[in-house]
């Protein structure tokens, strides 16, 4: 099986920073792509950073010129660098992959737990 285990999260102050962080575990095979989602109280899951099939990076306009997403293939970990933080980017924070394991050797969606980011004013 496969886990994706967060973290980074936490409450800081309007014009602060944070890194999040998310780690894939277990039968992996490959890694087709590693996102960050969000999901704010009363509103629907929202894409934030992803890479393409490409490798570039695609931004949420809410986030472009402050957050930044990269990752390390060799650890199987994605990040989120989060600066001048806003009030309105208080959320919980999903990491989202698309694996291939060993087992079913076909690509299948898979869910962090999520990290709650609360950003105060």
């Known amino acids: 099986q496969v886990q994706l285990v967060e973290s980074g999260g936490g409450l800081v102050q309007a014009g602060g920073s944070l890194r999040l962080s998310c780690a894939a575990s277990?039968?992996?095979?490959?890694?087709?792509?590693m996102n960050w989602y969000r999901q704010a109280p009363g509103k629907q899951r929202e894409l934030v950073a992803a890479?393409?099939?490409?490798?570039?990076?695609n931004y949420a306009d809410s986030v472009k010129g402050r957050f930044t997403i990269s990752r390390d293939n060799a650890k199987n970990t994605v990040y989120l660098q989060m600066n001048s933080l806003k009030p309105e980017d208080t959320a919980v924070y999903y990491c989202?992959?698309?694996?291939?394991?060993?087992?079913?050797?076909?690509?299948?969606?898979?869910w962090g737990q999520g990290t709650q980011v609360t950003v105060s004013s």
């Open positions: 890479f393409t099939s490409g490798g570039s990076a």
């Open positions: 277990g039968t992996i095979f490959s890694i087709n792509a």
């Open positions: 989202h992959a698309v694996i291939v394991t060993r087992l079913l050797l076909r690509p299948a969606d898979y």
